[in-house]
């Protein structure tokens, strides 16, 4: 009973590491592209694109999921699109009315979450074949890896750019760091597009790397395993040949006593 | 009233200065996965040219009615049903009367309804320039068309590197993605070179 419960749990929970990691949206299947972008030009943009597609990915994940059985396959991508702008509307009017400062901040990205291809390609991919539970998960890895790669990208640009660390405001909160010196030295470029191209690409390379080393070992483990069934095989072989081997000395033997009892009842 | 910068804006500005793809991050999902070879950038460019140009009247129209109406907050989910209905329009209609430029623009066409760039260029030509109430219809025609070609412009430009570089050797964590969007960001940088242009 415990054991598969925890099976259960390892499931889902491979569902949310999937998005997060295996195939993290932005740097593994290199979708949503122009968010990533556009919007990443501070840690707190970064995060808040993240979090708003988040929200409308699980919304959208769950609805589809549950009206999977009810639309039409021939209009299940308009069907689609609907439902998606659906929720980037109410999204559009409550971030307006309750974080104003990050409304103006994603400007016209925000609307444009409707043509997010992770979105619609997880409905068609995941939620429209799937339970409402793991589309909702499904939503939420994707949505957190897709998060965690804006946040970082953010970050790595507005600490070279301008010199700070996660600057932003809610309200009349402010936070964030300067650090000393640092923002009369920063480079500007990382903050203007062909920063946000530069560090995607060079993050996305380094991710390569990674991942590449990690299949590399990956695959030396499965061989070695491969090499040690192999071995096992050809022992196993071994042992049966030597088997057969004594069998037939035995045969053999039983067989020459037998001609020996016969030669002496002839000779008697 | 909409002055003559305003025309230069939404005319050269578009190709050059507000590039889409360099300068404002819109339409990059098929920048860079459709420009591996310079047939078919062209023919993506031009389908997006195509259907921005004719999607940012119908989306003109469509806004006037939503103002006369008060229900202006269905902006989003009233232009993305347009574009798809337009899209698929634009293929049917194509098929049928003009099968040359059909085939031509071929795979292209239903791509782009989740281009953002269409979508981007219908909003943006009502929030942006500064003119209350957006563009007039025959300024956001001109823009839209001239954003296409600044598309246009970038994706053949891209396509172009591409095919040379298949021949180099690139380090092997940067093939692929990684080198193209290093491109791009060199390309980008000469991009935003043109921002004095316009003063």
Redesign the interface.
């Known amino acids: 009973m415990s054991n598969s419960k925890n099976n259960v749990w390892q499931q889902k929970g491979k569902i949310i590491s999937n998005g997060l990691l295996t195939s993290n949206p932005t740097f593994r299947l290199?979708?949503?592209?122009?968010?990533t972008?556009?919007v990443t030009t501070s840690a707190f943009s970064g995060l808040g694109m993240g979090l708003a597609a988040t929200v409308v990915l699980v919304c959208s994940n769950a609805l589809v999921s549950l009206l999977r059985k009810v639309i039409p396959d021939k209009v299940r991508i308009?069907a689609f699109?609907?439902i998606i702008?659906?929720f980037?509307?109410l999204l559009?009017?409550l971030l307006q009315k309750f974080i104003p400062t990050l409304y103006s901040m994603l400007g016209?990205y925000l609307?444009?979450i409707?043509?997010?291809?992770i979105i619609?390609a997880r409905a068609e991919a995941f939620a429209s074949v799937n339970k409402v539970s793991d589309s909702i998960l499904d939503g939420l890895g994707m949505g957190l890896g897709f998060t965690l790669a804006l946040t970082l990208l953010g970050f790595i640009r507005e600490f070279i750019g301008s010199g700070t660390i996660f600057m932003g405001s809610i309200g009349a909160t402010e936070f964030g760091l300067t650090l000393g010196k640092l923002p009369e030295y920063s480079m500007s470029?990382f903050v203007?597009?062909?920063?946000?191209?530069?560090t995607?690409?060079?993050v996305?390379?380094?991710f390569?790397?990674i991942y590449?080393a990690a299949e590399k070992k990956k695959k030396e483990k499965m061989e070695a395993i491969a090499a040690q069934i192999e071995e096992a095989k050809k022992e196993a072989e071994d042992f049966a040949k030597l088997d057969a081997e004594l069998a037939a000395a035995n045969e053999a033997q039983v067989n020459t006593e037998e001609n020996k009892a016969e030669n002496e009842e002839v000779a008697k | 009233m909409i002055t003559s910068a305003t025309w230069l804006a939404v005319t050269v500005g578009a190709i050059l200065v507000n590039n889409y793809v360099l300068c404002q991050f819109l339409g990059i999902c098929p920048f860079l996965g459709v420009s591996k070879k310079v047939d078919t950038a062209l023919g993506m460019g031009l389908a997006v040219t195509f259907v921005m140009g004719i999607a940012s009247v119908f989306t003109w129209l469509v806004q006037k009615l939503l103002v006369a109406l008060g229900i202006e907050y269905l902006q989003t989910i009233a232009f993305i049903l347009v574009i798809a209905a337009l899209v698929q329009l634009i293929e049917m209609t194509l098929k049928k009367f003009m099968p040359s430029l059909y085939s031509a623009l071929g795979v292209y066409l239903p791509l782009i309804t989740t281009n953002c760039a269409v979508l981007g260029v219908a909003i943006l030509n009502i929030q942006s320039f500064g003119v209350v109430g957006g563009l007039s219809l025959l300024a956001s025609f001109l823009n839209a068309v001239f954003s296409g070609l600044g598309f246009l412009l970038a994706i053949l430009l891209l396509a172009g590197i591409r095919e040379r570089m298949d021949v180099d050797a690139v380090p092997k964590p940067f093939k692929g993605f990684p080198i193209t969007l290093i491109t791009a960001s060199i390309m980008s940088m000469a991009f935003v070179a043109f921002g004095g242009l316009l003063g």
């Open positions: 290199v979708l949503g592209m122009c968010p972008l556009a308009p699109v609907l702008a659906t980037v509307s559009q009017m016209v609307p444009l409707v043509v997010n291809c619609l470029l203007l597009p062909a920063g946000g191209f530069l995607l690409g060079l996305m390379a380094a390569n790397a590449s």
